[in-house]
């Protein structure tokens, strides 16, 4: 029986990689990417003392903007944008006052902490969270977490269904186009996924007090966009594997990076560039993006686009992948069936 069970685990290559590779990944992942210390941060210096401000602040700070003329309102849309994470506000003789950007949680952290260190040199005003409190960053980020679990573990069943049970053949000689079986596939899913979305998000806002001071129609718009994404990567594991096991290891292979680099519990900031580039790729990074930026801070699409763009493309090509590959597993069935 040892034998026997060694020759199927030998056959079974996915589970062997898994067995062998999940170790190693998550020893380089905890390993450079289990920090939550921001050593930088970028900041913006505006108002009349602006540059004399900015010459005297710390290595931590990597000033990107330095600008006499702008105002505490300036500021302010520097913020709200995301394009830096604090803003000195210099006046003409006065203690200069750092903004800082509370949704981004970490960084914030280590701002104050920095600007404590200054003596009293410069005024620290906390914005979008002012108690720093870690609820008001986590459950933005735990609303993608929730979708992507939906759209990942429970949708990469869903074409296994079928050929276990075998209707697949069925599935290969109905008179429609397999982008148009994927779509019913999935429209279940994003369906209940959108429920559980406004769910989650109302129970949040009512039991931990988090703010909604953006629109509800660019929130409502990431969403989508970001379930789309999750979903075709659910129907896309599920047509690489031929049984309900595989397609849930595949799933959770795919899950955990999106929990440990999409920046939801470790910042980006604080890990080692190739590990961090990595949660670049990630659809969870962006829609964090999104929530935080929407519910926190107000911001709306003009200034996070970028996210939405990168979303979009996600969404099209994994759609597409999947379409193609799902094309390919019926190409046989259909052949065999003329």
């Given at each position: 029986m040892i034998v026997k069970e060694f020759r199927e685990l030998l056959r079974d290559r996915r589970t062997l990689g898994l067995l062998v590779g999940l170790p190693l990944i998550l020893l380089v992942i905890f390993g450079y990417a289990a920090n939550f210390y921001?050593?930088?941060?970028?900041?913006?210096?505006?108002?009349?003392?602006?540059?004399?401000?900015?010459?005297?602040?710390?290595?931590?700070f990597e000033v990107e903007t330095v600008d006499a003329d702008a105002t505490e309102a300036d500021a302010r849309d520097l913020l709200r944008d995301d394009e830096v994470d604090v803003a000195v506000v210099t006046t003409g003789g006065g203690t200069p006052t750092a903004l800082i950007?509370?949704?981004?949680?970490?960084?914030?952290?280590s701002i104050l902490g920095a600007v404590n260190a200054t003596a009293g040199k410069i005024e620290p005003e906390v914005l979008y969270n002012p108690d720093l409190t870690t609820a008001w960053v986590m459950v933005p980020a735990i609303i993608g977490l929730i979708l992507t679990f939906i759209g990942t573990i429970v949708t990469s069943i869903g074409l296994v269904r079928e050929r276990e049970a075998g209707t697949l053949e069925q599935l290969a000689v109905m008179p429609i186009k397999p982008g148009t079986v994927i779509l019913g596939k999935i429209a279940p899913y994003f369906l209940l996924a959108a429920i559980d979305m406004a769910v989650v998000t109302?129970?949040?806002?009512?039991?931990?007090?988090?703010?909604?001071?953006?629109?509800?129609?660019?929130?409502?718009l990431g969403a989508?966009?970001?379930?789309?994404?999750?979903?075709?990567?659910?129907v896309f594991i599920s047509?690489?594997?031929?049984?309900?096991?595989?397609?849930?290891?595949?799933?959770?292979?795919?899950?955990?990076?999106q929990?440990?680099?999409?920046?939801?519990?470790?910042?980006?900031?604080?890990?080692?560039?190739?590990v961090r580039w990595i949660g670049y790729i990630l659809p969870l990074t962006y829609f964090t993006k999104?929530?935080?930026?929407?519910?926190?801070?107000?911001?709306g699409i003009d200034s996070l686009w970028p996210s939405f763009v990168v979303l979009t493309v996600m969404a099209v090509v994994i759609f597409t992948a999947a379409t193609l590959r799902f094309r390919r597993d019926l190409a046989p069935e259909r052949k065999a069936r003329a």
């Open positions: 921001v050593d930088h941060v970028s900041a913006a210096v505006v108002g009349p003392q602006a540059a004399q401000v900015a010459a005297s602040l710390p290595d931590f950007d509370g949704s981004n949680l970490f960084a914030a952290q109302v129970l949040g806002m009512l039991l931990f007090d988090v703010p909604f001071n953006g629109n509800v129609l660019v929130f409502a989508a966009i970001f379930l789309f994404a999750v979903l075709g990567i659910g047509t690489i594997s031929q049984t309900a096991g595989q397609a849930i290891q595949s799933a959770f292979f795919v899950l955990l990076p929990i440990l680099l999409s920046g939801m519990i470790f910042p980006l900031d604080a890990m080692a560039a190739g999104i929530s935080q930026g929407v519910m926190l801070r107000g911001a």
